[in-house]
């Protein structure tokens, strides 16, 4: 895509209200954020300039992204649900599934660009926004692995819609983990209240450990085998395999390590007895979780199962 044609879709991008989510303009304004989240991925992965994300610092329309997946959380989780109980035979569901896929999409451009500090700054105040976004992801992650999702009585006509919607937002807080640590790693360049609302409001370091206690990630398929969740599919491990870190795995430690012992963090976090005890109760874990992973890896052990 050539640089001018970047440029004049990241000009053309602006909010939408709620009721506008799904109208003719709205489709035409995902259209444009699924061609430039192509774009810059293709960009990341080879030797070529970032206009995408070039243009996007240049041009403060970073918040319009971030307005763009919250806006469409909301609508998933006041407007999707009611749809689902209405008693109709829609002709087709894919309208409907645009809107929930465009989540996805900007989540995934958003995670492309936040990955570089200009493009953390270019964010301005909508960056505590984000990370807002962010936690409240992280937490429906641990919330689903512990309790589960209760579900409605729907039609027949709206039961792979719902499916998809769940496969789609277990992505999306995935990603919001990604998300996470770049609001971290960057957290030096950011304004001050970015690192209040993740060590006080949110108090980010105790939801990371839950998340390395109950890994949302790694589930038992109904035949025994390990899975993990890669590459935004559940991939079968391999016990030789069981000791290696996956992609959220890593970023997961990494942005522990970066909060606990970044300077900044570590004036502001407040380490008191519970967050002490919850940190060591992490630690105990960990190593009771490799010990056991190392057994079952091991093939001495096989004659005794």
């Given at each position: ?51 995408v ?24 989780q ?39 500090a ?63 640590l ?60 069981q000791?290696?870190l ?21 004036q ?9 005890t ?17 057994t ?10």
């Amino acid at each position: 895509m050539p640089l001018g044609e970047v440029e004049g879709i990241v000009d053309s991008l602006h909010n939408f209200d709620l009721k506008a989510v799904g109208d003719e303009t709205w489709m035409r304004q995902h259209e444009y954020i699924y061609q430039l989240n192509m774009q810059a991925v293709a960009e990341t992965g080879g030797q070529t300039t970032e206009n995408v994300r070039d243009v996007f610092c240049n041009s403060e329309k970073m918040p319009v992204l971030i307005h763009e997946a919250i806006c469409t959380e909301v609508w998933k989780q006041y407007v999707f649900p009611e749809l689902l109980k209405l008693d109709i035979t829609p002709t087709t569901t894919f309208p409907l599934y645009i809107v929930l896929y465009h989540e996805a999409v900007v989540v995934n451009l958003l995670e492309t660009l936040l990955f570089h500090a200009d493009a953390c700054e270019s964010a301005a105040d909508a960056i505590l926004d984000l990370l807002d976004y962010a936690y409240r992801k992280i937490v429906k992650l641990i919330a689903s692995r512990e309790c589960g999702e209760e579900t409605a009585e729907i039609s027949d006509d709206f039961k792979v819609l719902q499916q998809q919607q769940k496969d789609l937002d277990f992505d999306i807080c995935i990603k919001a983990i990604s998300l996470m640590l770049y609001i971290i790693g960057h957290v030096s360049l950011l304004p001050l209240s970015v690192l209040t609302r993740l060590l006080n409001t949110h108090n980010v370091p105790i939801l990371l450990v839950e998340l390395v206690e109950n890994p949302p990630w790694s589930r038992q398929s109904q035949a025994g085998c390990l899975e993990k969740y890669t590459n935004s599919k559940w991939q079968q491990v391999l016990p030789s395999e069981q000791l290696v870190l996956t992609k959220t795995e890593g970023q997961v430690w990494l942005a522990i390590h970066q909060i606990l012992l970044l300077p900044e963090c570590q004036q502001k976090y407040e380490y008191n007895n519970y967050n002490k005890t919850e940190s060591a109760h992490q630690r105990s874990c960990h190593r009771t979780d490799s010990q056991s992973r190392r057994t079952a890896a091991s093939p001495r052990t096989s004659r005794y199962h």
